[in-house]
């Protein structure tokens, strides 16, 4: 069996001008200090320059009732010759919707790296299919906006991924599970710690979707 060719994009280095894509939840109107902490630590440990695509800070509403949006703010950034690839801002259950509309075509004519993961699974799999690498890896809101900053084994895969090499031998993560760290903590102390900043009324924001029929609209 022939080995499939895929292009590979040039990779996300410093200096790096990257745009944040919205293309399934858009809630990121209602986290915007987490969004500019991801933004900044993202300058500041990879030395990328984030940019909202046009669309991305819409409303979950909006992006939710115009899939093409979406679309839109992708096929932008690749025409955009001032943007050098792609980062999604957050995950969801949506990007489905933005299957008919995407133009492989062009992602294969102009071949960026775009990140992501959750359901940024589907767009990942649409560079797949028009023969151009994608890159299964963190998001704005999420790594990229860690609490405290990003944490060295992320900045550090992340460098890999978008080095000189395509292989590169994989690590595990160092993290320190030891008794000496967790004791003490009572659950409600955990908790506690937990961040805020995701904690939005799903159930609310979904029954507010809903049409008489009970399917989402």
């Known amino acids: 069996m022939e080995t499939p060719h895929f292009i590979r994009p040039r990779p996300l280095v410093s200096g790096s001008r990257v745009a944040a894509l919205s293309l399934s939840a858009g809630f990121v109107t ?30 979950p509403e909006y ?11 992708l096929h932008w950034a690749l025409e955009n010759p ?14 489905i919707r933005l299957l008919p509309l995407l133009d492989r075509e062009l992602l294969r004519q102009h071949p960026k790296a775009f990140m992501g993961y959750s359901d940024a699974t589907v767009t990942l799999t649409q560079f797949l299919k028009a023969g151009v690498m994608a890159y299964h890896g963190p998001a704005v809101l999420t790594d990229l906006a860690e609490d405290g900053g ?13 080095g000189a090499e395509p292989l590169f031998p994989l690590s595990r993560a160092r993290v320190d599970p030891s ?7 009572s659950r409600a102390g955990y908790k506690a710690r937990v961040p805020t900043w995701g904690r939005l009324d799903l159930a609310a924001t979904r029954q507010q979707r809903r049409a008489p029929s009970g399917r989402l609209h």
């Open 30 to 59: 209602e986290v915007p200090h987490r969004y500019a902490a991801g933004v900044r630590q993202a300058a500041k440990s990879l030395g990328w320059a984030i940019v909202a695509a046009p669309n991305a800070f819409r409303g």
């Open 150 to 162: 990003m944490h060295p084994f992320t900045v550090q895969s992340i460098q890999q991924a978008f």
């Open 63 to 73: 992006l939710y009732a115009n899939p093409q949006a979406r679309a839109d703010d």
């Open 179 to 185: 008794p000496a760290r967790l004791a003490g903590r």
């Open 82 to 95: 001032d943007i050098d690839g792609m980062v999604s801002v957050i995950g969801g259950d949506d990007s």
